[in-house]
């Protein structure tokens, strides 16, 4: 095994001027600009008749597996935006607009194809409770292990705290739960809408006007909530002033399933790798942009130690990271898995061999999604 540790030592999957002149996020679009050939959608392989589309929210972990979920592909009709895509589809409006970044996001356009980006690593974090990846505004949860079951993950988008108001990472635990709630109006949140010349009470009752939606889940974090939301639209974007949002139907699923004293875990994953069936795959979102963690030049030897730790447990099999694809996905950032072996399906093949799937999508007038 020493051989091989050296050997992977030597080999750079970036140049050497490249890890050294890394200062952290801001040279996304120059050391890691992604090829114009890179960026062009591949057409994906029809089937002749579009298939069901497949489940996207609750999934049975495989042993030893860190991926779950299938890329899906729906042609848009003429009426489709990326928001109702993306609920249609359980997803938030960034991971359709990162995943298909030449198609108008208003205006898709009758019969282009929309990248429905369902398949997920999972992030770094104990399998239990709830983890909340801010990075790429996604919810997940471990439901309670039965003796004698698979254990299962649900996941779900997530709407965060924009710019200013970001959400706090850390780790806390569910300390009530609410049906209805009125929501008592900090004094921050007051001033801010008073100087915009939208003043707004001391408290909201319940109904259509609450921001917090029909069902809260009260986190340990003193002024910090998982709730629904009256303008579902903002789902999977950065637009509230800290509290975790999710869509009013998914909310009111977890509500009636997650125990008061649930674990509670905030982490900041930009960059995720995982194995499945044998291949290493890379899920790349742009990184927020208060975050100045040096999340590209720490990628190689992260993938590096993956690599390494899956050889010792099967040493006969010495797999080869492709670097030239790992740049090219760090770049584009569209928020899908592809897999950085060599030999492993590229982006193009990924995309070609995705599951067409029937558009099922119900049209609701969109409302404003920016909100307390």
Not at 91 to 98: V, W
Not at 198 to 204: A, H, K, N, R, S
Not at 205 to 229: A, C, E, F, K, M
């Amino acid at each position: 095994m020493q051989s091989l540790r050296a050997f992977l030592d030597q080999r750079s999957l970036f140049t050497a001027a490249a890890v050294l002149t890394l200062p952290g996020c801001g040279l996304v679009d120059s050391v890691f600009q992604t090829p114009d050939w890179a960026r062009q959608q591949a057409e994906p392989a029809r089937q002749s008749e579009p298939l069901p589309p497949l489940p996207t929210n609750q999934f049975v972990l495989a042993n030893g597996d860190d991926v779950v979920g299938a890329i899906q592909i729906v042609n848009a009709t003429h009426h489709d935006t990326f928001v109702e895509i993306a609920r249609n589809y359980g997803l938030g409006f960034d991971e359709i607009k990162d995943a298909n970044p030449d198609v108008d996001p208003w205006l898709p356009g009758e019969g282009t194809p929309i990248v429905l980006p369902t398949r997920y690593v999972l992030p770094e974090a104990p399998r239990q409770g709830i983890v909340l990846n801010v990075a790429t505004k996604r919810l997940f949860y471990y439901p309670p292990r039965i003796d004698g079951e698979p254990q299962t993950v649900e996941t779900y988008p997530i709407g965060i705290g924009r710019d200013g108001w970001a959400t706090p990472t850390g780790e806390t635990t569910v300390t009530s739960k609410g049906r209805d709630p009125v929501w008592y109006v900090p004094a921050s949140i007051r001033r801010e809408h008073a100087e915009a010349g939208d003043p707004l009470p001391p408290q909201v009752p319940p109904g259509p006007d609450n921001p917090l939606g029909s069902h809260v889940i009260v986190l340990g974090l003193p002024g910090y909530l998982i709730h629904g939301t009256n303008k579902p639209a903002g789902v999977g974007m950065r637009v509230s002033h800290g509290c975790v949002r999710l869509f009013p139907e998914d909310i009111e699923h977890l509500f009636e399933q997650i125990p008061i004293g649930t674990e509670v875990r905030i982490v900041n994953q930009p960059f995720l790798l995982g194995w499945q069936a044998g291949d290493l795959l890379l899920e790349a979102h742009p990184p927020l942009v208060e975050d100045e963690r040096d999340w590209l030049g720490s990628l190689e030897p992260r993938a590096r130690a993956s690599l390494v730790d899956s050889l010792e447990a099967a040493p006969e099999q010495v797999p080869e990271l492709d670097a030239e694809r790992i740049t090219v996905i760090a770049g584009g950032q569209r928020g899908f898995p592809v897999s950085v072996l060599d030999g492993g399906w590229d982006t193009a093949k990924t995309l070609r061999n995705a599951r067409w799937v029937e558009n099922v999508i119900i049209h609701e007038q969109v409302a404003d999604i920016i909100s307390p």
